[in-house]
């Protein structure tokens, strides 16, 4: 069984900075894309930041200059660091990561995590 548990989601005034982790755990032969998609309340959800295993980077325009985003391969970890957050980054925040399984056929298959709560209020 492989799972993404995500981390760091809470309560932020404009301004702040929270940092979202996500872990990827269970039989993994290997990880392609990571990345975090977030859902806004009768939104459809969107992709705020992906990674590559070998580092490549793209993200929401929306975000650019305030998020970053990393991996740590070695954990099969994702971080999503966010700074000067507004009330429109407030979504619950999804990890993503494509996943290639141990004992499969070497396909490889999206994977989600339950997602975490990010609310910007004052």
């Known amino acids: 069984q492989v799972q993404l548990v995500e981390s760091g989601g809470g309560l932020v005034q404009p301004g702040g900075s929270l940092r979202l982790s996500c872990a990827a755990s269970g039989s993994i032969s290997s990880i392609n894309a990571m990345g975090w998609y977030r859902q806004a309340p009768g939104k459809q959800r969107d992709l705020v930041a992906r990674i590559t295993s070998s580092g490549r980077t793209n993200s929401a325009d929306s975000v650019k200059g305030r998020f970053t985003i990393s991996r740590d391969n070695a954990k099969n970890t994702v971080y999503l660091q966010m700074n000067s957050l507004k009330p429109e980054d407030t979504a619950v925040y999804y990890c993503?990561?494509?996943?290639?399984?141990?004992?499969?056929?070497?396909?490889?298959?999206?994977?989600w995590g339950r997602g975490t709560q990010v609310t910007v209020s004052s």
């Open positions: 993503h990561a494509e996943i290639v399984p141990d004992g499969g056929r070497g396909y490889r298959i999206d994977y």
